[in-house]
């Protein structure tokens, strides 16, 4: 049975290279809601697709009223979720293949996606459809469950989901790491917002503009600055000239055009990325006691905020099952009136969660900055030894040959939505982490393979 199913997986690899381009190639970045498209066209069509091919290949499909959908196999009174999603973040820039071009080059499919989370739903599509061609009799039904919102942070399309359709017994989300993850970190998505006072508005020298980032799980690549300097223009370009040789100081009229470039990289992971906003308010910082009060003030709040480890916002906390806490400071938005900026924050498994909302509350007070929670997920931990991991290590083991131990993770992922699941591939150990990442692909011979491994874990848990 094992051998024949593989056989239905290398038989189809053209179609499944084929699907996944098609797929890659819909800009299903989540945007504004329009009619049977509570996240916009984009990922509504990323849901159709997926959809229309499954019923193609005799599967049971559903559309759960455009928040979601679901593709299942088999019978049975317990169900089996895997648990997906579809929407992908803004592709970002410094691309040298198109972001959503679906381009192979090298045995790699490049595209915003490809990993995070395509490539997983595309390779579980064609597991199913595996099993189905092979004859195989789950005792459970094996349902692949499609988010649409997963990237946003709000899980709007999983909580509408579950408020009308069945919650599975257990199940994993594809949208990790290899071998298996056991631990996510807590996940806190907060928004700070400062109002500049009236009389202070429109002084020199003084920050008229600042824009940077994209989301707040991604580390910005670009921060821009409009700075009306006053008399002081050519110290204000020495001094950040000085303070970072690779900062961008253009003349504006008699402003200062000021940019800072950086890496994106997934905000679990900031130490892979450089942010470009944190870059350019750490050189500005130099300077700030020529602004007035109060943006010298958030100038350096900034500068702080960007320290990805916590210590500038005096938070820096680990444990031994899941690591360090980890900041990134995501978007910002400063205008002539206020400055908006959110933080994306994933703190260690033994943390309180409450505990640290309190005391970043507090903190935040001590910069004169407004703080509102958007977004805090726990922490989401099973012990190696639960069933459930112990199912899917023993089959990456035998997949790929590979000894291996459960993982902890930064990210999060809809396994904690599943009530008892975790998070299980698609990155193989030692591979790069390039979701959210310009030139983010999937290498397609490891697709192929990561089919294999879902369709085997589909076996064990539903068999």
């Not at 989301?215 to 921060?223: E, Q, Y």
């Not at 480890?309 to 002539?336: K, M, P, Y």
């Not at 726990?378 to 459960?406: I, N, Q, S, W």
């Amino acid at each position: 049975m094992k051998n024949n199913i593989d056989e239905h997986i290398d038989a189809w690899r053209k179609e499944i290279v084929t699907d996944l381009q098609a797929l890659v190639r819909l800009e299903s970045v989540a945007g504004a809601a329009a009619p049977g498209a509570p996240f916009g066209p984009g990922v509504r069509a990323a849901l159709d697709f997926v959809l229309s091919r499954a019923r193609a290949m005799g599967l049971v499909a559903k559309d759960v009223d455009g928040y979601a959908g679901h593709v299942e196999f088999g019978q049975g009174h317990e169900m089996v979720g895997i648990l997906a999603h579809l929407d992908v973040v803004p592709a970002g820039e410094g691309w040298t293949h198109p972001p959503f071009g679906g381009e192979v080059v090298d045995g790699r499919l490049y595209g915003r996606g490809t990993v995070d989370d395509k490539g997983p739903v595309i390779a579980c599509l064609y597991a199913l459809a595996a099993l189905r061609e092979a004859g195989f009799r789950p005792v459970r039904r094996l349902r692949l469950i499609l988010g649409c919102d997963e990237e946003g942070g709000s899980w709007e399309s999983i909580k509408h989901y579950f408020s009308v359709e069945e919650k599975p017994l257990y199940g994993f989300s594809p949208d990790a790491e290899f071998p298996v993850i056991n631990a996510e970190k807590g996940h806190l998505w907060f928004r700070v917002e400062k109002e500049w006072p009236k009389e202070t508005r429109g002084n020199d020298p003084s920050i008229l503009a600042a824009e940077g980032g994209t989301r707040p799980n991604v580390v910005p690549d670009r921060c821009r600055l409009v700075l009306a300097p006053g008399n002081r223009k050519e110290k204000f370009r020495r001094a950040l000239q000085t303070a970072d040789p690779n900062l961008i100081v253009m003349e504006a009229g008699e402003n200062l055009q000021v940019e800072a470039r950086g890496r994106a990289a997934h905000a679990s992971l900031p130490e892979q990325g450089e942010n470009a906003i944190g870059r350019l308010f750490t050189a500005l910082a130099q300077v700030a006691e020529w602004l007035p009060a109060g943006q010298a003030e958030a100038v350096r709040f900034l500068a702080e905020a960007s320290r990805h480890d916590g210590t500038g916002l005096g938070i820096d906390q680990r444990d031994e099952v899941s690591g360090a806490l980890t900041v990134n400071l995501g978007t910002l938005a400063w205008d002539a009136t206020r400055l908006v900026g959110e933080l994306d924050l994933r703190y260690p498994v033994s943390l309180e969660g409450d505990q640290l909302v309190t005391a970043l509350r507090e903190r935040m007070a001590t910069w004169n900055l407004k703080m509102e929670v958007k977004h805090h997920l726990p922490p989401l931990y099973l012990p190696a030894d639960h069933p459930l991991v112990d199912k899917l290590l023993l089959v990456f083991r035998e997949k790929t040959g590979r000894e291996a131990k459960p993982l902890a993770i930064g990210g999060r992922t809809f396994a904690c939505a599943l009530g008892t699941g975790v998070a299980f591939g698609p990155v193989f150990p030692g591979r790069p982490e390039l979701a959210h990442q310009a030139d983010e692909y999937i290498d397609l011979e490891e697709l192929i393979l990561i089919a294999k491994i879902y369709a085997a874990a589909m076996v064990a848990l539903a068999g």
